[in-house]
């Protein structure tokens, strides 16, 4: 029998004829249909990319210069930069397979204590917006911890994290708004993310600014370093990643801190926008920004989508909130028609992954 | 002679199953250790167990007369010893030069790689399409296309060519020709031989009998948990190995006919 073992494996002596040509197959499959779904399952951000350039050449052509200007386009980034600074961490979080809730309430949150600690306790604006960047990381550090280590649902601890945070808001600013005159005299340091620029009739501000510079360097990041790919290992298959040798628990600390870090800068930018330190500002902050990473053609169930892709999500919200409110239509119709566009882009996700199986 | 890697009184227990049950394990230097035996016997588990996918409850892992404890599979890998795990461990979505580097990803020199910790790209397709090369995985059309574009034959050879370009001291294979064709077994096997004869130890998992017996120098039968016996293919038949591992026949007795 141990004999007949050692050659029992006479089927496989064709084997050395065996072709050894690499294979090559001719692709029947050339239609134009199937040609963009294989290029968008390459490029994912492409499709919110054209729904962008789409849209604005649309309602280029129903409002002309009024909507055409270097002030009116510019005045959609204006519009959407904290949307598009929260929509970065929630991709980052997204990508990773989970889902942030308290991203506007972080947000919110640090920009109280940057006003807060800059008045209530005098100190000098540039430590306060350290303490409010600090405790921003902070929130997302015990998100991370309970996500990686409790191996809690990141849904229910953000969703708990969220009412967690916005209650400690509305303590401890005692629902007082501190207003933008006694900023200017006092920090105008947090009013640094508000500072306008103009190059032509283009206006631009610090925020924008930094959105679109953030959004490049995670992207940066999130192709180019180990890092970043780890991340998407760990959100299309944490055991595997695991089993790699990945650190799975570090990379979804670090993710949840970065995204609260992120949230913190917003709270900034945020004081630049409204001018004042309010309490109440940014409550939709989670919704919008997981609407701006859905278009954005991120999947929700982890490890696929590019994160410039959010950003063209959030500006499409813009555009469509200003082209809307510009034709004077009711501002409900921009609702109903972001709404479709967050169905239609998850259909447009489901459809771009066949090409794969 | 010293084994490598040794386990002793290895204990893991899933609630009320006890998968690992005051269990032995040996590897002697430049063998082929095959792991015999049936479903459910703790196969996976006294694998995992050595490769730091799970911490035992009890008992002494030992690589070259130290004793180890394997907390990550990281840890176990940083100790030379590369695992190909039954479901492979890879990122579909990934390409298959970042499953390859996954955790151990090299980084360009000078300022980009330092300073803005960029991948080098460029010398990783290099290594990883050599180590494919030396595997004979010619039908891998594009070395960059995603993982989940390959076939599970395809994957299961890009996941034995990473445990072989990194395993220095000791390299498990869980089922590595379950999913394969028949030339893709041949090559795994013709692999394992290579490793082999590069001088680093090989411990093989597998149901595939003609498989176990051509390449194996021992056989570890697992049964209930725990090492039944070890056998030597050259003394023994299959059929005493199948024996052996569902109950049939007692170590030591001989099968009639």
């Known amino acids: 029998m141990a004999a007949s073992a050692v050659k029992g494996q006479e089927y496989e002596t064709s084997l050395s004829q065996a072709s050894t040509s690499i294979a090559d197959f001719e692709d029947h499959r050339t239609g134009l249909v199937y040609r963009a779904q294989n290029l968008l399952h390459q490029t994912p951000s492409l499709v919110p990319l054209i729904v962008l350039v789409v849209s604005v050449l649309v309602f280029g052509a129903l409002l002309g210069a009024k909507f055409f200007s270097p002030f009116a386009l510019t005045l959609i980034l204006q519009q959407v930069q904290i949307v598009g600074i929260l929509a970065a961490a929630q991709s980052l979080v997204i990508l990773t397979a989970g889902i942030d809730l308290s991203v506007g309430a972080i947000m919110v949150l640090s920009s109280v204590v940057m006003g807060q600690f800059a008045f209530r306790y005098g100190l000098p604006p540039a430590l306060a917006i350290a303490c409010g960047l600090g405790v921003g990381t902070f929130c997302g550090f015990v998100n991370g911890f309970l996500v990686a280590k409790v191996k809690l649902p990141p849904f229910i601890v953000t969703l708990g994290m969220w009412q967690i945070v916005l209650a400690t808001n509305f303590l401890y600013s005692a629902n007082e708004t501190i207003r933008a005159q006694e900023i200017e005299a006092g920090a105008p340091l947090l009013h640094f993310f508000g500072t306008k620029f103009t190059i032509g009739g283009a206006v631009f501000t610090v925020g924008v600014v930094f959105m679109v510079v953030l959004v490049f360097v995670l992207a940066y990041a999130l192709r180019h370093t180990a890092w970043g790919r780890h991340v998407y290992a760990v959100g299309d298959d944490k055991e595997a990643a695991e089993l790699s040798g990945v650190r799975t628990d570090r990379v979804l600390i670090s993710v949840y801190m970065l995204s609260g870090l992120i949230c913190a800068f917003a709270g900034w930018a945020l004081i630049g926008r409204i001018g004042s330190v309010s309490p109440t500002s940014g409550q939709l902050g989670n919704i919008e920004s997981i609407t701006a990473v859905v278009i954005g053609g991120i999947s929700l169930f982890g490890g696929r989508g590019s994160i410039i892709g959010s950003l063209f999500g959030a500006l499409i919200v813009g555009v469509f909130t200003l082209g809307l409110r510009l034709l004077g239509a009711d501002a409900q119709w921009t609702y109903l028609l972001i709404g479709m566009l967050i169905i239609a882009a998850v259909a447009v996700d489901q459809w771009i992954r066949k090409v794969s199986v | ?257």
Not at chain 2, 68 to 82: D, K, M, N, T, W
Not at chain 2, 185 to 212: A, C, T, W, Y
Not at chain 2, 239 to 256: E, F, K, R, Y
Request: hydrophobic fraction near 45%.
């Open chain 2, 1 to 257: 002679m010293k084994p490598v890697l040794q386990a002793r009184n290895l204990v893991k227990r899933y609630g009320r199953v006890t998968a690992l049950d005051h269990c032995d394990f040996e590897l002697f230097p430049g063998e082929i250790l095959a792991v015999i035996g049936d479903n459910g016997a703790g196969k996976s588990t006294l694998i995992k167990a050595i490769s730091g996918a799970v911490v035992p409850d009890e008992g002494e892992v030992w690589l070259e007369g130290r004793q180890v404890h394997f907390a990550s599979p990281l840890a176990a890998r940083e100790h030379g010893i590369e695992t190909v795990y039954q479901q492979l461990a890879m990122s579909p979505a990934l390409s298959i030069i970042d499953n390859m580097f996954m955790g151990r990803e090299l980084r360009k020199p000078g300022i980009m790689g330092r300073l803005f910790r960029q991948l080098d790209r460029a010398e990783m397709e290099r290594f990883a399409r050599e180590k494919l090369n030396d595997l004979g995985l010619t039908t891998i059309q594009n070395i960059r296309q995603v993982v989940e574009t390959l076939s599970g034959g395809q994957r299961q050879g890009v996941a034995v060519a990473r445990a072989a370009a990194f395993g220095s001291k000791v390299i498990i294979l869980d089922e590595p020709t379950a999913a394969l064709g028949v030339k893709e077994s041949r090559k795994v096997l013709e692999l394992i031989q290579d490793v082999k004869s590069r001088g680093i130890p090989i411990v093989l998992i597998s149901h595939n009998m003609p498989h176990v017996f051509e390449v194996a120098d021992r056989i570890h039968v697992h049964r209930l948990g725990k090492r039944l016996c070890v056998i030597n293919p050259g003394e023994h038949s299959m059929s005493d190995a199948v024996a052996l591992m569902t109950g049939a026949m007692q170590p030591g007795q001989s099968q009639a006919a």
